[in-house]
């Protein structure tokens, strides 16, 4: 039966096949031998739409930025890097200037409070409440490909924490923070204590124990 149809098939193709060659030596005699030109036209026009649709649809070429209507667009964690500083902290605090330095090939602008929260463990699950904000938000800040910006995170140390409060003590594997303005998470480590110790953070969610202000330039 799969024979039969197969030849009963291949019938079918070759009619279909001498019905267009009959065709189109028709419309090249009474066209006075144009059609040849026709159809190669007609080709290169197809290839050629063919080619603009692909480009149209697929990622940016190599060495082109993103689209930037208006200025530059805002820094996100994809294209930063973060390291922290240390500076002078309160009594009982222990402040880190967060720096966030433009890795990408284009300018980007950054503004606004950086999330941040303490984590721990491999997985990062969070420690407490996120960083309360500290100040008022600044100017708008543009980084050109290798510039910086820093904010100030001040974290209260656990042995100020006051006696008798339900502190949860926790050891600490480092911040999370996240970019103002973006959705998408970096991961800096911690130092240690002066000690060599470890750090800790209060699991209990009702104490501030983190601060951020705003972003500054450099």
């Keep these: 039966m799969k024979k039969g149809f197969a030849s009963g098939r291949t019938g079918q193709l070759l009619l279909v096949t001498s019905g267009v060659m009959a065709a189109a030596l028709t419309a090249g005699c009474s066209n006075g031998g144009n059609a040849g030109s026709s159809a190669s036209t007609a080709a290169r026009s197809t290839i050629s739409s063919t080619t603009t649709a692909v480009s149209s649809s697929g990622s940016p070429a190599a060495g082109s930025g993103p689209a930037q209507p208006g200025g530059a667009s805002k820094c996100k964690a994809a294209g930063l890097r973060l390291d922290l500083k240390p500076t002078d902290g309160g009594m009982g605090k222990a402040s880190q200037l967060m720096v966030f330095t433009n890795v990408s090939k284009y300018s980007c602008t950054i503004a606004g409070f950086p999330g941040v929260s303490y984590v721990t463990g491999d997985n990062g699950s969070q420690v407490g409440a996120p960083a309360q904000h500290n100040g008022t ?63 800790q953070g209060c699991a209990n969610p009702a104490i501030d124990q983190l601060a951020v202000a705003p972003v500054t330039s450099g």
């Design 137 to 199: 938000e600044t100017p708008q800040v543009t980084l050109a490909p290798g510039q910086a910006a820093s904010s100030r995170i001040d974290m209260q140390e656990v042995e100020a924490v006051p006696q008798g409060t339900d502190c949860r003590p926790t050891a600490l594997r480092g911040l999370r923070v996240y970019p103002p303005d973006d959705t998408a998470a970096m991961f800096v480590s911690l130092p240690p204590l002066a000690s060599g110790d470890q750090r």
